[in-house]
């Protein structure tokens, strides 16, 4: 029988830091954090988060023992920074057994609703400085003080629980330059760059300099750390707090300040000789001995700690990194230091992997004491972990999450909300006014996002990922329209720009490759992983779906079936060439057929019409009128030969016709489907897909972004 207990004396609290110790007494990878920093993170006095944190732990029990702990924090900065309604679960151990995982998670759990919160999020501190990460990789590696280590089956325990993946820390190990050469080219590049942004180092010769430049280093930990995942800003206290603890790692050797000619700090780098030995040893206590293995570990070791390293967010990119690096490098090419551990980087924060690439990964026996084996990336042992960030939505059955489809038009822009059903549970409307700078239009479409979800009783929290449809050529990619010439648009990064405002995942594609998948996920072609949908409206679309997933073609220009050739040397295309199948298949090519034969033919029906659109030119060829039956005739041939080129080029399963015209259904279908089986490749006996009605109509854009 396992039972839960809230800890609320200061003995419980040593009992719940210490427990970890226990846990993993067995597991020399593991490497306790500092034990009266612990402590101190649960004290109300002491941690100024609680200014705007309510937190609680937890203890499970079995026999009188101990087995199993967990924390949860309730941080209403980050709620409000980042428009989310989550909990946090932090410093969460236990044995491998469901039965007391799943009831620490179901007390955080129960905690969660009584304060009405909508998601769980961990494991995850007080702020960004803290521990964070479920380990999922690397499990073979030493950790870092400052780094969670748990065990494997840790994972497999929250999945079970309904916990999935929110982002990914990576950890590397590194070797450090034993090149003078190397060091050289390095400093190079340094001097160059300071002396083209008028920039300097700033050298910290006592410790009475330490303070400020500390004060200054976590100022600009504020400013370049904001739009990374889970980040609130620090309070002075907090900075108070912080370079307290920091200021007595620092050694000038592994140091870097850069200031600018007004003396500001524009970036920094820290870093410390690894103290994971230390604290192994001493179980994270500093008192009574630990303190000398500390400073024995500060003169001499092997392997530094990259603590903390930013640059100001207008420098990035152009270079400063290098200077950081070359000092911190020099550094400790002159203590003799051989390896250098990163710390946690997010998954999509490329900038600062991407400046630990040209250095050599460490070597599978590195740091030598604690290795069993090489490390999961091979005899090179790169990367040298991975956290994770796990999620869990709370009563699932009762609280599903939703995404929203963007259908951007260049008459309106429709936004939904769509459940997992891809059902559309509210919708909003507003006019594009294209003629406007890109940037009030993606406003607009932001408003209107906001307006889908209130109108459901929902906020931006109960969001997993906004997807959108635009016209054009969309680089979907890199989530930017390329082109779209009915809106103006060149270029605009409408992804990154609905990011930063909802700091939720935007997604892009062309607006036919939307209600294409729509049909594939929610309408005609459910079940079917190869998919063509044509529409045909002002022009002729066209979506595709090869092997379940959108082909966008080169640079996003896939797709662009109006503008196969049929007629060599054909009617006049608005693409300004000539015989495009748009010129004989789009509705306005059918109108401009219907106009020609009206007045070749004044007894026709179409000709006495006030008039002439597509339901015009059906309805008279139903009531047998033969120059609007020709047209019919005429129009469905050269829509059965397009559709003909398309079976034989890719051999779908389902070929799709929507737009308007769609709507005569097999008056329409029929005789297209005749043409192919008669002219495609194999005939009757060849790859003849379905050929059928698009089904979801104006849905079609809103769903289909929405499941991007």
């Known amino acids: 029988m396992v039972s839960i207990v809230e800890v609320t004396t200061k003995a419980q609290l040593r009992r719940f830091v210490e427990y970890p110790m226990e846990l993993y007494k067995d597991v020399p990878q593991y490497i306790p954090g500092t034990y009266d920093d612990d402590l101190e993170d649960w004290d109300k006095k002491k941690n100024p988060a609680f200014e705007y944190c309510q937190a609680r732990c937890w203890l499970a029990m079995r026999d009188g023992e101990i087995v199993g702990r967990i924390g949860a924090i309730l941080s209403r900065k980050a709620n409000e920074k980042w428009h989310t309604n989550r909990l946090r679960f932090t410093q969460v151990d236990f044995i491998d057994d469901y039965q007391v995982s799943r009831a620490l998670f179901a007390t955080v759990e129960d905690w969660a609703r009584q304060l009405g919160c909508t998601q769980i999020h961990g494991p995850l501190g007080f702020t960004d400085l803290d521990r964070e990460g479920l380990l999922v990789e690397g499990f073979d590696r030493r950790s870092c003080f400052f780094t969670y280590y748990n065990h494997p089956y840790y994972k497999d325990h929250l999945e079970a629980l309904g916990y999935a993946k929110d982002v990914d820390w990576i950890e590397e190990l590194i070797t450090a330059p034993t090149d003078e050469a190397v060091l050289q080219r390095w400093e190079k590049l340094s001097n160059y760059v300071l002396k083209r942004q008028k920039l300097h180092v700033k050298k910290a010769r006592t410790r009475l300099d ?396 179409l000709a006495g019409a006030e008039e002439i659109t597509g339901k015009t030119v059906f309805d008279a060829a139903d009531r047998g009128d033969e120059t609007a039956n020709a047209v019919v005739d005429r129009f469905c041939d050269y829509l059965g030969a397009g559709v003909t080129n398309i079976v034989n080029a890719l051999a779908p399963e389902v070929i799709l016709i929507g737009g308007g015209i769609s709507r005569q259904g097999e008056r329409l279908l029929a005789p297209v489907r005749r043409y192919v089986e008669k002219n495609c490749f194999g005939g009757k006996d060849g790859a003849i897909p379905i050929i059928a009605a698009a089904r979801l109509g104006n849905d079609a854009g809103i769903i289909g972004a929405a499941a991007l």
Not at 277 to 296: C, I, N, Q, S
Not at 348 to 356: E, F, L, P, S, Y
Not at 436 to 457: F, N, Q, S
């Open 210 to 605: 330490y303070p400020g430049l500390v004060r200054q280093v976590f100022q600009l930990v504020n400013t370049a750390y904001s739009p990374l995942y889970g980040t609130v800003e620090l309070s002075e206290a907090q900075i108070k707090r912080y370079a307290g603890k920091f200021a007595p790692l620092i050694n000038p050797q592994l140091t870097c300040f850069v200031m600018n000619e007004e003396n500001e700090m524009v970036a920094f780098g820290v870093a410390a000789p690894s103290i994971a030995e230390a604290l192994r040893k001493h179980k994270g206590r500093l008192f009574p001995t630990g303190w000398v293995d500390l400073l024995k570990a500060f003169r001499k070791n092997d392997t530094v700690d990259l603590l903390l390293i930013a640059v100001r967010p207008d420098l990035q990119s152009k270079g400063v990194n290098a200077v950081v690096i070359s000092q911190v490098m020099r550094g400790a090419f002159d203590m003799g230091i051989r390896w250098a551990e990163t710390g946690p980087m997010l998954e999509m924060n490329q900038k600062v992997q991407t400046q630990w690439q040209g250095f050599p990964p460490g070597a599978a026996q590195a740091p030598p004491v604690l290795h069993q084996g090489p490390g999961p990336g091979g005899p090179a042992g790169r990367p040298q972990g991975n956290g994770r960030g796990i999620t869990h939505h709370l009563g699932w059955e009762e609280h599903h999450m939703i995404r929203i489809g963007i259908d951007l038009g260049g008459t309106n822009i429709a936004v939904g909300a769509v459940d997992d059903g891809h059902a559309i549970v509210s919708r909003v409307s507003v006019p594009t006014l294209a003629y406007r700078p890109a940037a009030e239009v993606v406003g607009d479409m932001g408003d209107a996002v906001e307006a889908a979800l209130a109108k459901a009783g929902l906020s931006i929290g109960d969001c997993r990922s906004i997807g959108i449809g635009s016209p054009g050529t969309c680089n979907s990619a890199a989530g930017v329209v390329e082109r779209a010439y009915n809106l103006g648009w060149d270029h605009v990064p409408v992804c990154r720009m609905l990011e930063e405002r909802f700091h939720v995942p935007c997604r892009l594609s062309n607006d036919a490759n939307c209600a294409a998948l729509a049909e594939q996920v929610a309408g005609a072609a459910v079940g079917h992983d190869n998919v063509v949908l044509i529409t045909l409206g002002t022009g002729v679309g066209g979506g595709i779906i090869i092997g379940g997933k959108i082909y966008d073609g080169m640079r996003g220009a896939g797709a662009e079936l109006g503008h196969t050739l049929l007629v060599l040397d054909g009617e006049p295309c608005t693409c300004g060439r000539r015989g495009c199948w748009e010129a004989y298949s789009s509705a306005t090519a059918l109108i401009r057929q219907a106009r020609q034969a009206a007045a070749e033919h004044p007894e026709s029906l």
